[in-house]
């Protein structure tokens, strides 16, 4: 795919800033300001990246405001984030979509329901009362339990497995290998033995989440685990029975939720954070990198460091950690300065 400079600004609703026939040179492709090349339009996010961009062989780049140093076409738009991500799609290559309909290797249960143009690919299982919404594309080797509602527009990749009796909304992308409905990690120890809890309840994940490769969510023990409509779900992670996650957060890799934790909109859990069991996590709170997080965290609370501290106290502790060496040096100068005055006094008394 290629387009003009101009051809592109009209696309994005940009403000187009060239001298003469500059609008008219051909884009083939977005790419970083240290990788583009004549051919390419390239990107600021900041004001503070201008001087990369001047230095850029890009043909043109995408700003929010005009930027004086930078003397190549720019295309003015609102938001360069979501220019960026238009731009991108419009330069990606036309995905290799499935054929529609049932792949012959496919099995189906009793009382399936597929609306139109649902495809489900070779190897893949639908138990009984399973019911697929319109457009819904189901990978090869996936498996989905009996009792399952996957609604329209959704997309299961390669060998996908959700579990019976979860429901899935509208737009749901769920990535390869990751697991939906798995029986949670509960525990009672009876007569000298771990015996485990039934779990009965389901899994309900609302319209437009995205979860990653190789992640799970595990099934309640009574009601749903349940994950919030637009929350987006990284590779790599544990969502444990009976969590409630709100509308529109964002969970990077390797994050572990206990379970019947409460995790309220717009939260942000960094990587490799870990929520005990039983917490909650305010509306807007942001949680930084490998922070353990044992007690409730208040609504728009930014927490890093383990066991979680305010971003604020945090850095403290950092600060005064760094110091430790240098600490360390001078507690023993210092102890070599009483040895050396107490062995002059035993000196004096001595004599």
Partial sequence: MKATIEELAARLGAEVRAAGTARHTTISDI????????????????????????????????????????????????????????????????P???????????RLGTNVRLAEDVTVGPGAVLEDNVQIGARTRIGAGCHVG???????????????????????????????NSTIGAVGFGYAFIDGA????????????????EIGANSCVDRAKFGNTIVGAGTKIDNLVQIAHNVVIGKCCVIAAQVGVAGS??????????G??????????????????????????????????????????AARVIAHLLRLPKLAQEVKRLTAKVDRLEAAENDQGAG
């Fill in 31 to 94: 790419q970083p300001v240290d990788a583009a090349g004549p051919e390419h339009i390239t990107f600021v996010t900041d004001a503070r990246h201008a001087a990369a961009a001047a230095k850029s062989r890009a043909a043109a780049v995408l700003v929010a405001s005009p930027l004086e140093t930078v003397a190549k076409p720019q295309l003015v738009v609102r938001n360069v984030q979501a220019a960026l991500i238009e731009t991108l799609n419009f330069f990606a290559p036309a």
């Fill in 194 to 209: 771990h015996r485990l809890i039934p779990h009965r309840g389901g899994v309900l994940l609302e319209d437009f989440v």
């Fill in 272 to 313: 490799q954070v870990g929520l005990a069991d039983n917490i909650e996590i305010g509306a807007g709170a942001m949680v930084g990198a490998q922070a353990g997080v044992m007690n409730n965290v208040a609504p728009g609370e930014k927490l890093a460091w383990s066991p979680a501290l305010s971003v604020r106290e």
């Fill in 261 to 270: 934790c409460r995790i309220g909109d717009g939260v942000v859990l960094a």
């Fill in 146 to 176: 009996a009792n399952t509602i996957i609604g329209a527009d959704c997309r299961l990749d390669a060998h996908v497995v959700v579990y019976h009796g979860c429901t899935l909304g509208h737009h749901v992308i769920i990535q390869a």
């Fill in 96 to 106: 290799v979509v499935a054929d529609v309909g049932v792949a012959p290797s496919a």
